[in-house]
């Protein structure tokens, strides 16, 4: 009776559930803008037209206006200046020492700092050079006195960036996912155009009507089966936990949602089922019924085409239901909401779905090489600077299988899953987690993956790991790579958040954040 162990999950290392609320905080950002403003006023600033050094450049600005009757806000929108226009100003106003009056009347005609001399700083760390005039005119109306852009002023300012950060960051992965849903769709319109008779555009309206067409189709295809067949550690674990628990499956009711080929259906029937029911919506079910035929096993086995959502089942209740609904990343294209629909709907009082538990998760990568050959290959491509191209990498999670030894931190459980139990709204969550790190290098990237156990009830539990250090599946690992590494020490711990939810957009594909400290990143899974 082997009892399954996975040295690598403790109860310790298994933090508690969070309640799934997205309960992001600006704490840490607030003290950021406090720093920073401490800093400004630890500066002095010297006026533009006379001697007198100020607390800071508001307060510059303002004394510039009341004393001086220059505006530069006005200045800078009069001349539409850009950052350069702005250097050039500040710098003329400097280096000529004209007077407030002399710039008014020099400024009726043209500007007087067109030359590029003036792009050289006249004062040394001039705190005036280093703010952004755009912003600056941002804020509504004249400068307001030092001391009145308060904490509250720049914690609002702080709070509408984030908020623009975010929503830039959600439209970039919303942008991926129609990407990846247009190639999910092409290939979809491939494969029906080689069922369906040339010219026949109806299926392609058909297509675009119905979203969840280009996902099933793609399960159309044997390849797809092919691979998760050959995939001998999902096969087998499913195989093992049928096979050598034949008590848990005698004469019982079995549903398989979503059968494919219908193998999980012909173990369940070998293991003694009574009946087996298999559903599917794709075509590769058509296959799945001539397989069941030439196994003779179609006394056993029904098969019925359909989403399980849509159709019904020729039994009010079943004993079992078995799936292999597992996407990247555990959660990638969320069906296991229609494993749950199926336990709802159908599952007997005491019945139990199988795998059962399920965890996901995290650890910290040093990979430099890889990080490298993904980030700073964008600073030099062939002699030419790319490296705008890192926004469009860092934010795509990717699919591949991590080296274990460049694995740098103990694993941490990030979530737990019970089949039996869980609901829809507990599949997107928010969790705190801590990496207990192994060696001091630099953190390159974030390393995701789940494990699947098969345990109710089983004399003989089955289980199975898609983690790096063991033999790798289909479903690899999903890296989370950091745009910037962070430094790490042997021992010491790295703490985060990570937020794992629905793309709204598609629901089939994830949004996961990671909060690093100061650093917060959102990736998409194609
Ligand atoms: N059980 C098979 C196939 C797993 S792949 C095996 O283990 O090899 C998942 C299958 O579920 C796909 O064939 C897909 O078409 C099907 N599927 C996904 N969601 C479904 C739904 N809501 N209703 C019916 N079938 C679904």
Known sequence: MAEYTDPRVSAEQMPELSDGEDDFD???DEEQWMEEEEEEEGQTVTCLFCDRSLSSVAATLQHCMLEHHVNIVDVIRTHNLDDYGYIKMINFIRSTKCTASSLTELCDTASPWESEDFLRPVLQDDPLLQIDPEELCDIEGPVPPAGVRSHDALLQRARAAEDRARQSEETLARAMDDLHKLKLLAQGLVLKAETCKPGNLGAVAELREDEDEAYFSSYGHYAIHEEMLKDTVRTESYRDFMYRNPEVFKDKVVLDVGCGTGI????????????????DQSEIIYQAMDIVRSNQLEDKITLIKGRIEDIKLPVEKVDII??????????????????LYARDCYLADGGSVYPDLCNISLAALGDTQRHRDRIAFWDDVYGFNMACMKAAVVPEAAVEVVKAETLISEPAVVQTIDCNSVCLSELEFVSDFCLKITDTTDCTAIVGYFDIFFDKGCGNKVMFSTGPQVTKTHWKQTVFLLEKPIPVQAGAELR?????RKNKRDPRSLLVTFDLGDRKQTYSLL
């Open 322 to 339: 078995i799936s292999e609904w597992m996407g990247y990343f555990l959660l990638f294209e969320s069906m296991l909401d229609s494993v």
């Open 26 to 28: 600006v704490d840490d």
């Open 264 to 279: 999980l259906s012909m173990f369940a029937a070998r293991a003694g089922a009574k009946k087996v029911i298999g559903v």
């Open 496 to 500: 985060g958040k990570v937020t794992v």
